[in-house]
């Protein structure tokens, strides 16, 4: 079982509806959650952080955090074809005093016009 | 922009070679880490470097190295290359270590190996 589990997808999506990309993680003991954006060719670049259980809101994104259920989730609202792109999922892991990015394979989520 | 620069930006190599990618660190940033990313997966933690010192460290073995400069600047190098090497490498400064995971991403330097 992989740490950080995302369907590769591609999800595709019409431009305007809600686009909903999910996460799932292994190790129970994870507190910090964290969702990057990918273009093609391009590098990731953070867009929501998540701490506690609930929802964070931060314009058209929100990031749902599930700890009893290890999942985590983004949703887009009035999707964009600039939101299309591969969505990463990250949690931190703890190793001994230091930290460890441990990341997804990723969701290619694609808006159609 | 991130400020955050890597050079050089494409290289190809033969097995068993020697290279060393660069990275500058966005102002202020004290630490520095270094992730390898096959096409189609997500990035895969070598290691982090907080004030020159090493302190962090995936599953990579020892042909992996890096160091930090006294300017938070980084190097990875990588020994003895082999095929599988042949990934993206991602250099990312933060302000406060991996803890916050709020990083900041380099173009990355795409290593072919053949």
């Known amino acids: 079982q992989k740490e950080v589990e995302q369907n590769s997808g591609p999800l595709s999506v019409p431009e305007g509806a809600i686009a909903s990309l999910n996460c799932t993680y292994s190790?129970?003991?994870?507190?910090?959650f964290f969702w990057y954006r990918q273009y093609s060719g391009k590098s990731p670049e953070l867009i929501m952080s998540?701490?506690s259980n609930g929802d964070k809101e931060d314009g058209r994104f929100t990031a749902q955090l599930n700890k009893a259920s290890q999942y985590v989730s983004l949703l887009i609202r009035d999707s964009q074809p600039s939101d299309s792109a591969t969505y990463l999922c990250?949690?931190?892991?703890?190793?001994?005093?230091?930290?460890?990015?441990?990341w997804g394979a990723g969701t290619k989520l694609i808006i159609k016009p | 922009e991130t400020g955050v620069t890597q050079s050089p930006t494409h290289l190809i190599k033969t097995r068993g070679q020697q290279v060393t990618l660069r990275c500058s660190s966005q102002?202020?940033?004290?630490?520095v880490s270094w992730y390898q990313q096959a096409l189609g997966q997500g990035p895969q933690f070598i290691f982090q470097?907080?004030?020159?010192?090493?302190?962090g460290r995936g599953n990579f073995p020892p042909r992996f190295s890096g160091l930090q400069f006294p300017n938070y600047s980084s190097e990875l190098n990588v020994n003895a290359l082999e095929l599988d090497d042949s990934a993206l490498y991602l250099c990312?400064?933060?302000?406060?270590?991996?803890?916050?995971?709020?990083?900041?991403f380099g173009e990355g330097s795409r290593l072919t190996v053949l």
């Open positions: 990312a400064s933060s302000l406060r270590g991996l803890g916050t995971g709020e990083l900041f």
């Open positions: 102002s202020g940033h004290n630490t």
């Open positions: 470097y907080y004030r020159e010192e090493e302190n």
């Open positions: 190790d129970r003991v994870s507190q910090s």
């Open positions: 998540i701490y």
């Open positions: 990250a949690v931190i892991r703890a190793v001994d005093s230091n930290y460890q990015l441990i």
